[in-house]
Protein backbone atom coordinates (compact mmCIF):
# COMPACT_ATOMS: atom_id res chain seq x y z
CA UNK A 1 0.00 0.00 0.00
CA UNK A 2 1.15 3.59 -0.56
CA UNK A 3 1.90 5.66 1.95
CA UNK A 4 5.15 7.25 2.23
CA UNK A 5 5.59 10.40 -0.27
CA UNK A 6 8.44 12.30 -0.57
CA UNK A 7 8.53 15.29 -2.59
CA UNK A 8 11.22 16.68 -4.33
CA UNK A 9 11.23 20.53 -5.47
CA UNK A 10 12.92 23.47 -4.95
CA UNK A 11 9.49 25.78 -5.12
CA UNK A 12 7.45 25.41 -1.94
CA UNK A 13 4.37 26.69 -4.24
CA UNK A 14 4.64 23.17 -6.43
CA UNK A 15 5.51 21.10 -3.07
CA UNK A 16 1.56 22.91 -2.18
CA UNK A 17 0.03 22.20 -5.19
CA UNK A 18 0.97 18.50 -5.46
CA UNK A 19 -0.21 17.97 -1.79
CA UNK A 20 -3.55 19.80 -2.68
CA UNK A 21 -4.04 17.46 -5.46
CA UNK A 22 -4.06 14.38 -3.30
CA UNK A 23 -7.42 12.94 -1.50
CA UNK A 24 -6.70 13.58 1.93
CA UNK A 25 -8.99 10.68 3.02
CA UNK A 26 -5.67 8.05 2.09
CA UNK A 27 -3.52 8.34 5.00
CA UNK A 28 -0.81 9.59 3.15
CA UNK A 29 2.93 10.36 4.74
CA UNK A 30 4.19 13.94 3.01
CA UNK A 31 7.85 14.44 3.02
CA UNK A 32 9.59 17.15 1.38
CA UNK A 33 12.99 18.07 0.23
CA UNK A 34 13.92 21.50 -1.55
CA UNK A 35 16.66 20.21 -3.63
CA UNK A 36 18.06 17.21 -5.46
CA UNK A 37 20.91 16.79 -2.93
CA UNK A 38 18.38 16.77 0.36
CA UNK A 39 15.77 15.06 -1.72
CA UNK A 40 18.77 12.15 -2.45
CA UNK A 41 19.62 12.53 1.59
CA UNK A 42 15.46 12.24 2.74
CA UNK A 43 15.22 9.07 0.25
CA UNK A 44 18.06 7.19 1.52
CA UNK A 45 16.38 7.99 5.08
CA UNK A 46 12.94 7.23 4.26
CA UNK A 47 12.74 5.20 1.31
CA UNK A 48 9.32 6.19 0.41
CA UNK A 49 6.95 4.24 -1.74
CA UNK A 50 6.77 7.01 -4.11
CA UNK A 51 8.68 10.58 -4.79
CA UNK A 52 7.73 12.92 -6.89
CA UNK A 53 10.63 14.59 -8.86
CA UNK A 54 11.32 18.44 -10.32
CA UNK A 55 14.03 18.42 -12.46
CA UNK A 56 15.75 21.73 -12.64
CA UNK A 57 16.76 22.75 -8.95
CA UNK A 58 19.69 24.30 -7.49
CA UNK A 59 22.70 22.35 -5.94
CA UNK A 60 22.19 18.77 -7.41
CA UNK A 61 19.48 18.93 -10.73
CA UNK A 62 16.85 16.08 -10.87
CA UNK A 63 18.62 14.30 -13.04
CA UNK A 64 21.64 13.80 -11.38
CA UNK A 65 19.26 13.05 -8.22
CA UNK A 66 17.02 10.36 -9.69
CA UNK A 67 20.85 8.78 -11.26
CA UNK A 68 21.86 8.51 -7.56
CA UNK A 69 19.00 7.58 -5.62
CA UNK A 70 18.84 4.62 -8.76
CA UNK A 71 22.41 3.70 -7.92
CA UNK A 72 21.14 2.82 -4.74
CA UNK A 73 17.70 1.23 -5.10
CA UNK A 74 17.11 0.13 -9.14
CA UNK A 75 13.12 -0.18 -8.05
CA UNK A 76 12.94 3.24 -6.60
CA UNK A 77 9.45 4.41 -8.31
CA UNK A 78 10.14 8.21 -8.81
CA UNK A 79 7.81 9.94 -10.81
CA UNK A 80 8.68 13.44 -12.45
CA UNK A 81 6.77 16.25 -12.34
CA UNK A 82 8.34 18.91 -14.47
CA UNK A 83 7.64 22.06 -16.94
CA UNK A 84 10.37 21.05 -19.05
CA UNK A 85 8.63 18.68 -20.95
CA UNK A 86 10.91 18.92 -23.77
CA UNK A 87 11.06 15.22 -25.84
CA UNK A 88 14.75 14.82 -24.92
CA UNK A 89 14.10 15.94 -21.12
CA UNK A 90 11.36 13.10 -21.01
CA UNK A 91 13.72 10.36 -22.14
CA UNK A 92 16.66 10.79 -20.69
CA UNK A 93 14.89 10.64 -17.26
CA UNK A 94 13.06 7.56 -18.32
CA UNK A 95 16.62 6.44 -19.16
CA UNK A 96 18.09 7.04 -16.23
CA UNK A 97 15.23 4.86 -14.44
CA UNK A 98 12.48 7.37 -13.57
CA UNK A 99 8.68 5.51 -13.42
CA UNK A 100 7.13 8.54 -15.20
CA UNK A 101 6.69 11.69 -16.18
CA UNK A 102 3.79 14.40 -15.25
CA UNK A 103 3.86 17.76 -16.61
CA UNK A 104 3.24 20.70 -14.35
CA UNK A 105 0.52 21.96 -14.19
CA UNK A 106 -0.04 18.82 -12.49
CA UNK A 107 -4.12 17.76 -13.01
CA UNK A 108 -5.22 15.61 -9.57
CA UNK A 109 -6.73 13.13 -12.15
CA UNK A 110 -3.25 12.30 -13.83
CA UNK A 111 -1.47 12.58 -10.42
CA UNK A 112 -4.76 9.97 -8.81
CA UNK A 113 -3.96 7.53 -12.29
CA UNK A 114 0.19 7.74 -12.01
CA UNK A 115 -0.37 6.65 -8.18
CA UNK A 116 -2.73 4.26 -9.24
CA UNK A 117 0.01 2.77 -11.82
CA UNK A 118 2.26 3.28 -9.14
CA UNK A 119 0.35 0.64 -6.75
CA UNK A 120 0.15 -1.91 -9.02
CA UNK A 121 3.70 -2.29 -9.83
CA UNK A 122 4.56 -1.61 -6.37
CA UNK A 123 2.09 -4.98 -5.38
CA UNK A 124 3.87 -6.89 -8.28
CA UNK A 125 7.55 -6.18 -6.88
CA UNK A 126 6.42 -7.09 -3.35
CA UNK B 1 11.02 57.57 -6.82
CA UNK B 2 10.44 54.97 -4.25
CA UNK B 3 8.62 51.51 -4.53
CA UNK B 4 5.08 51.63 -2.71
CA UNK B 5 4.00 48.57 -0.92
CA UNK B 6 0.66 48.07 -2.71
CA UNK B 7 3.75 47.49 -5.78
CA UNK B 8 5.85 44.96 -4.24
CA UNK B 9 5.00 41.41 -4.47
CA UNK B 10 4.45 39.55 -1.16
CA UNK B 11 7.09 36.52 -1.03
CA UNK B 12 4.15 33.81 -1.71
CA UNK B 13 3.09 35.79 -4.86
CA UNK B 14 6.35 35.84 -6.06
CA UNK B 15 6.46 32.62 -5.46
CA UNK B 16 3.50 31.45 -7.24
CA UNK B 17 4.77 33.88 -10.10
CA UNK B 18 8.33 31.90 -9.98
CA UNK B 19 6.44 28.42 -10.91
CA UNK B 20 4.07 29.99 -12.95
CA UNK B 21 6.99 31.66 -15.16
CA UNK B 22 8.75 28.06 -14.76
CA UNK B 23 5.85 26.17 -16.29
CA UNK B 24 5.66 29.02 -19.30
CA UNK B 25 9.30 28.84 -20.60
CA UNK B 26 9.30 25.28 -20.21
CA UNK B 27 6.33 25.23 -22.70
CA UNK B 28 8.09 27.76 -24.51
CA UNK B 29 11.31 25.28 -24.88
CA UNK B 30 9.29 22.58 -26.13
CA UNK B 31 7.60 24.66 -29.05
CA UNK B 32 11.01 25.80 -29.85
CA UNK B 33 12.92 21.97 -29.46
CA UNK B 34 9.56 21.04 -32.30
CA UNK B 35 11.39 22.89 -34.47
CA UNK B 36 15.15 22.87 -33.69
CA UNK B 37 16.72 19.00 -32.94
CA UNK B 38 18.15 20.67 -29.57
CA UNK B 39 17.12 20.69 -26.15
CA UNK B 40 16.81 23.94 -24.46
CA UNK B 41 18.67 24.11 -20.79
CA UNK B 42 16.58 25.58 -18.70
CA UNK B 43 17.20 28.01 -15.11
CA UNK B 44 15.64 28.25 -12.46
CA UNK B 45 13.21 31.81 -13.16
CA UNK B 46 14.06 34.60 -11.19
CA UNK B 47 11.72 37.59 -10.32
CA UNK B 48 12.81 41.19 -9.00
CA UNK B 49 11.09 44.23 -8.49
CA UNK B 50 12.62 47.86 -9.42
CA UNK B 51 12.42 50.92 -10.63
CA UNK B 52 12.47 51.09 -14.35
CA UNK B 53 15.54 53.38 -14.11
CA UNK B 54 17.20 50.79 -12.74
CA UNK B 55 16.40 48.56 -15.69
CA UNK B 56 18.99 49.13 -18.20
CA UNK B 57 21.84 48.81 -15.85
CA UNK B 58 20.25 45.38 -14.32
CA UNK B 59 20.00 44.29 -17.87
CA UNK B 60 23.65 44.81 -18.70
CA UNK B 61 25.12 43.58 -15.69
CA UNK B 62 23.54 40.12 -16.74
CA UNK B 63 25.00 40.64 -20.66
CA UNK B 64 27.82 42.43 -19.72
CA UNK B 65 29.97 38.96 -20.65
CA UNK B 66 28.78 38.94 -23.94
CA UNK B 67 31.41 40.12 -26.61
CA UNK B 68 28.04 41.02 -28.71
CA UNK B 69 24.12 40.74 -28.01
CA UNK B 70 21.20 40.27 -30.32
CA UNK B 71 17.85 41.09 -29.16
CA UNK B 72 14.40 40.36 -29.86
CA UNK B 73 11.74 42.53 -28.22
CA UNK B 74 8.02 42.60 -27.92
CA UNK B 75 5.63 44.12 -26.48
CA UNK B 76 2.56 42.45 -25.53
CA UNK B 77 -0.99 43.75 -24.05
CA UNK B 78 -3.70 42.32 -22.02
CA UNK B 79 -4.69 42.76 -18.29
CA UNK B 80 -0.79 41.83 -18.23
CA UNK B 81 0.74 44.05 -20.48
CA UNK B 82 4.78 44.65 -20.86
CA UNK B 83 7.56 43.75 -23.21
CA UNK B 84 9.31 41.18 -23.76
CA UNK B 85 13.02 40.85 -24.65
CA UNK B 86 14.86 38.10 -25.61
CA UNK B 87 18.72 38.23 -25.07
CA UNK B 88 21.30 36.29 -27.26
CA UNK B 89 24.96 35.66 -26.55
CA UNK B 90 27.32 37.00 -29.91
CA UNK B 91 26.95 34.48 -32.61
CA UNK B 92 23.68 32.88 -31.62
CA UNK B 93 22.18 34.07 -34.95
CA UNK B 94 24.36 32.05 -36.99
CA UNK B 95 24.73 29.14 -34.89
CA UNK B 96 20.67 29.09 -35.44
CA UNK B 97 20.88 29.03 -39.25
CA UNK B 98 23.01 26.09 -39.20
CA UNK B 99 20.65 24.24 -36.20
CA UNK B 100 17.35 25.14 -38.61
CA UNK B 101 19.46 23.59 -41.71
CA UNK B 102 20.68 20.47 -40.53
CA UNK B 103 16.86 20.00 -38.72
CA UNK B 104 15.86 20.38 -42.49
CA UNK B 105 13.78 23.09 -41.62
CA UNK B 106 12.36 24.89 -44.82
CA UNK B 107 15.40 27.22 -45.92
CA UNK B 108 15.00 27.71 -49.38
CA UNK B 109 12.97 31.27 -48.99
CA UNK B 110 15.95 32.19 -47.95
CA UNK B 111 18.43 31.31 -49.58
CA UNK B 112 19.08 34.36 -51.63
CA UNK B 113 19.00 36.30 -48.67
CA UNK B 114 22.18 37.78 -47.60
CA UNK B 115 23.60 36.53 -43.97
CA UNK B 116 22.43 39.17 -42.26
CA UNK B 117 18.82 39.47 -43.60
CA UNK B 118 18.65 35.13 -43.06
CA UNK B 119 20.19 36.03 -39.45
CA UNK B 120 17.74 38.25 -38.71
CA UNK B 121 14.68 36.75 -39.60
CA UNK B 122 16.02 33.39 -38.12
CA UNK B 123 16.34 35.56 -34.39
CA UNK B 124 12.71 36.75 -35.31
CA UNK B 125 11.45 33.42 -35.50
CA UNK B 126 12.96 32.14 -32.76
CA UNK B 127 12.16 34.80 -30.61
CA UNK B 128 8.65 34.78 -31.93
CA UNK B 129 8.53 31.03 -30.85
CA UNK B 130 10.05 32.05 -27.43
CA UNK B 131 8.32 34.72 -26.24
CA UNK B 132 4.90 33.75 -27.63
CA UNK B 133 4.62 30.47 -26.07
CA UNK B 134 6.42 31.97 -22.63
CA UNK B 135 3.83 35.19 -22.21
CA UNK B 136 1.07 32.96 -23.72
CA UNK B 137 1.46 30.29 -21.89
CA UNK B 138 1.77 32.73 -18.36
CA UNK B 139 -1.31 34.61 -19.18
CA UNK B 140 -3.06 31.67 -19.83
CA UNK B 141 -2.65 30.58 -16.62
CA UNK B 142 -3.24 33.85 -14.94
CA UNK B 143 -7.16 33.33 -17.67
CA UNK B 144 -5.78 36.16 -19.71
CA UNK B 145 -5.70 36.65 -23.21
CA UNK B 146 -2.61 38.98 -25.05
CA UNK B 147 -1.79 40.72 -28.29
CA UNK B 148 1.15 41.37 -29.38
CA UNK B 149 3.26 43.78 -31.65
CA UNK B 150 5.74 42.35 -34.46
CA UNK B 151 9.03 41.34 -32.60
CA UNK B 152 11.55 43.99 -32.99
CA UNK B 153 15.12 42.44 -33.90
CA UNK B 154 19.03 44.38 -33.37
CA UNK B 155 21.34 41.84 -34.71
CA UNK B 156 25.13 41.52 -33.23
CA UNK B 157 25.76 44.76 -31.35
CA UNK B 158 27.87 45.87 -28.47
CA UNK B 159 25.41 45.65 -25.28
CA UNK B 160 25.78 49.35 -24.78
CA UNK B 161 24.60 50.52 -28.39
CA UNK B 162 22.18 47.53 -28.71
CA UNK B 163 20.31 48.98 -25.50
CA UNK B 164 20.81 52.62 -25.50
CA UNK B 165 17.65 53.63 -28.08
CA UNK B 166 15.27 52.11 -25.22
CA UNK B 167 12.96 54.00 -23.40
CA UNK B 168 11.77 53.86 -19.76
CA UNK B 169 9.38 55.86 -18.31
CA UNK B 170 10.97 56.51 -14.77
CA UNK B 171 7.73 56.82 -12.64
CA UNK B 172 7.15 52.91 -13.20
CA UNK B 173 8.37 49.99 -11.41
CA UNK B 174 8.98 47.28 -13.13
CA UNK B 175 8.62 43.48 -12.48
CA UNK B 176 11.54 41.82 -14.24
CA UNK B 177 11.14 37.98 -14.44
CA UNK B 178 14.33 36.70 -15.72
CA UNK B 179 15.18 33.16 -17.57
CA UNK B 180 18.63 32.08 -18.78
CA UNK B 181 19.17 29.28 -21.05
CA UNK B 182 21.64 27.73 -23.11
CA UNK B 183 21.15 24.90 -26.22
CA UNK B 184 23.17 21.33 -25.74
CA UNK B 185 23.83 21.65 -29.35
CA UNK B 186 25.29 24.67 -30.95
CA UNK B 187 26.94 27.39 -29.08
CA UNK B 188 23.59 29.81 -28.57
CA UNK B 189 22.45 31.05 -25.03
CA UNK B 190 21.23 33.99 -23.72
CA UNK B 191 18.45 35.56 -21.10
CA UNK B 192 14.32 35.96 -21.71
CA UNK B 193 13.35 39.26 -19.71
CA UNK B 194 9.55 39.84 -19.31
CA UNK B 195 9.26 43.48 -18.18
CA UNK B 196 5.98 44.43 -16.76
CA UNK B 197 5.10 47.70 -15.03
CA UNK B 198 2.72 48.70 -11.77
CA UNK B 199 0.41 49.33 -14.11
CA UNK B 200 -0.03 45.52 -14.38
CA UNK B 201 0.52 44.51 -10.18
CA UNK B 202 -2.58 45.16 -9.11
CA UNK B 203 -4.61 42.69 -11.22
CA UNK B 204 -1.76 40.23 -11.14
CA UNK B 205 -2.08 40.41 -7.20
CA UNK B 206 -5.51 38.92 -7.93
CA UNK B 207 -4.78 36.74 -10.76
CA UNK B 208 -2.24 35.23 -8.66
CA UNK B 209 -4.56 34.50 -5.84
CA UNK B 210 -7.07 33.14 -8.29
CA UNK B 211 -4.64 30.88 -9.35
CA UNK B 212 -3.32 28.95 -6.53
CA UNK B 213 -7.03 29.12 -4.82
CA UNK B 214 -7.42 25.92 -6.97
CA UNK B 215 -5.06 24.55 -5.03
CA UNK B 216 -6.21 25.36 -1.68
Known sequence: MIKKLLIVDDSPIARKMLKSCLPKDQGFEFYEACDGKDGVEKYLNLRPDITFMDLTMPVMTGYEAIEEIMKHDKNALIIVVTADVQMKAITTVLDLGAYMVLRKPLKKEDLLAAIMKAQDTLQKVQ | ?216
Open chain 2, 1 to 216: MEIHEDQILTGEEGEILQEIMNIAFGKSAADLADVIDTHVVLSIPFIKIMQVTELPVYIRDHVKDYKKISIVEQNFWGRFKGDALLIFSSGSGKELIAMLQHGQVEMSSFESDPIDILERETLMEVGNILIGACVGKLAELLKDVVTYTPPMVVVERYYTDALSGKQFDADKTAIVLKTDFSFTEGNVSGFLFLVTSNDSIKWLKDALRIFIEQYE
